[in-house]
DNA sequence: CTGAAAGCGCTTACAG
DNA sequence: CTGAAAGCGCTTACAG
């Protein structure tokens, strides 16, 4: 069909139609009135020619694109096979195809790529961004903010959060909601296995975990650090029950991802310490893993589809906006879902 | 910086170092010679307004985009965690970095979704595709075909696939050499841990280890299938277990996926199988859980990284001869990588 | 090496 | 409701 002198343009459309651009521009678009006969016209010529319309020149004149970013500022390849991730990945995705977005994935690897991160951005490739999985030392609240590009972060940024919209989920309220539970099974000595330093939810949850210890006058001081993942959440329980010296100096934990809590029960069933009995265990995320550990994990249930959701309606209401407007935050709290593992 | 008025333009670039549009546009594309002078002074005004090119703009001339999609025509969440996939997405993302060009990613469910794709495609969003993890039953590869967008298809089409140019391994091959392994420790009631019928690896897998099973006079009629995923691999090795009877009555497994023959070994160890002694296994992928599994899994060594590398250069050079040429192709042989699991 | 001009393919006031 | 025209912001023959 295209092949009669490359790609169809409007201008082609037009003639066979019998029209003017301008005419057959409305009728393809749809948004102002058109007579009946011109827009069956117009209909037919497109089919017959096969007729897209050029986004280029459609997006020089209406300053829109159609496509939105998702940035990761994220070096690690791990990031792609982590669940969370990928959920969220599959949300954003499919909420976007929701409003007829199209998905550009950014991923930028903190430091000299930022910078032509930037430059893309400023290009207007695309009508606004989210941004997922920042660690400390970017400063991509600042930089987008700078831009006027419109955005919201899922997770509050750590540097900048003042001038962005982001979603967040109250990571150590859930946190304390957890080591409560916990106390309520008459655990004393209650560990965690947090998450990374510099990740907004890792930094958090260990936050929250600690200040509830401490309100109940206990001592917070077994910690061990993982990545969220399976292996060092293993590795972490082992180091635990190490520092912790005698049997029972454990019996407690809390996990800051499901993942680490399942490497923390094979790591204690290979110890022969039992779930609950001997140690009692609170994981976080609730993605499907914590259905499928024996015995079920007892966890907070990490809002992503909700998150995913707001993300997106104060994004496209930023983006309808023209950029203008204040920066606007929606916080979710977690809540807990009972298995068998407490 | 571009607070003056709104994003700066070429127009003011050029007023401001004291050019012509056309000279500071050469002197920003550096493909044509400029003086140094005016070099210098179209730089400074660059920096001065903080200008970068409206890609709309420019790509409506140039004809083209800098942007490549990443065609994912598949509905199940699942794909974002298949470590298989994400370590393709994270190779394709670094293998676009460095051709400097833009990932877009296309997730498309098979059916209705499909005209909405290809119409994307035909706005010229994008310079060229990719396509990854299709299915039987997707036309893609003719649609593509008939768009006259450059593409390449990981993984040969099962429809269409004269028409289009591909990177594959010869995943029957690798299953024979896997057969042929398990043969040569002596074992005779080998079975197979199927991926998906309707996929390419999981069908020429399957269609390898029958062949070389036929090939030794042996029956080739131990046959369950997974999802490549570690649960399903689980699930199989049961069925199999079951289906086989008395014990002994399977000695080898052939499992399409490293992920799902972790699952058989685990299947195997609940049931105080031991692996090799009692059933030897070999694996498919050897993505990183084959070196974690116990005892650690011999298997097929996928070659991914080659050909990612290899699909994108047959890409850019499509792109770069305009989208005119004769498909290609570019099959890779996986290697056995010995372990400990026969 | 440089500039004036045309043109890429659309949309959108403006006038009718 | 419709059309002629201007204009979005670039690049690129063409002539010098």
Redesign the interface.
């Known amino acids: 069909m295209?092949q009669n002198g490359g790609?169809p343009t409007l201008d082609q459309v037009a003639k066979l139609a019998g029209v003017s651009k301008a005419t057959a521009s409305r009728a393809i678009n749809g948004r102002s009135k058109v007579s009946a006969k011109a827009q069956t016209a117009v209909d037919n010529a497109v089919r017959a020619l096969?007729y897209?319309?050029?986004?280029?020149?459609r997006?020089?004149v209406t300053r829109r694109?159609g496509?939105v970013a998702?940035i990761v500022p994220e070096s690690d390849?791990r990031i792609?096979?982590?669940?969370f991730?990928?959920?969220m990945?599959?949300l954003v995705?499919?909420a976007l195809?929701e409003h007829d977005l199209?998905?550009?994935?950014?991923?930028a690897q903190p430091g000299d790529?930022e910078e032509r991160l930037l430059?893309?951005l400023?290009?207007?490739?695309v009508d606004g961004a989210i941004v997922a999985s920042h660690h400390r030392a970017d400063r991509l609240a600042e930089h987008l903010s700078d831009l006027?590009l419109p955005c919201v972060f899922i997770g509050r940024p750590w540097i900048g959060a003042e001038r962005v919209s982001y979603v967040d989920s109250d990571n150590a309220a859930a946190a304390g909601h957890a080591v409560r539970v916990l106390l309520e099974a008459g655990r004393r000595r209650i560990a965690t296995i947090a998450g990374p330093r510099d990740m907004r939810a890792g930094h958090d949850r260990l936050d929250g975990w600690r200040r509830e210890l401490v309100a109940a006058g206990l001592d917070a001081d077994l910690v061990a650090y993982g990545d969220f993942t399976e292996?060092s959440g293993a590795k972490a329980c082992a180091e635990l029950l190490e520092a912790a010296g005698d049997p029972g100096g454990v019996d407690g934990i809390f996990a800051a991802s499901d993942l680490m809590a399942q490497g923390a029960m094979r790591e204690l069933a290979a110890r022969g310490l039992r779930v609950p009995e001997d140690v009692a265990i609170v994981g976080y995320d609730d993605l499907g893993v914590a259905e499928?550990t024996d015995p079920p994990l007892t966890t907070l249930h990490n809002p992503i589809g909700q998150m995913v959701t707001e993300a997106l309606r104060l994004l496209t209401e930023a983006i309808d906006a023209g950029g203008t407007g204040a920066p606007r935050r929606v916080i979710f709290v977690p809540e807990l879902v009972r298995r068998a593992s407490v």
Chains 1, 2 share one sequence.
Do not use: C, M, W
Request: proline share 5%; hydrophobic share 35%; charged share 25%.
């Open positions: 295209a790609t096969g897209t319309p050029n986004a280029a020149a997006s020089l694109t496509s998702l390849e792609f096979s982590d669940p991730f990928a959920r990945l599959h995705a499919r195809r199209q998905l550009v994935l950014l991923i790529e430059q893309y400023r290009g207007r490739y006027g292996e499928r």
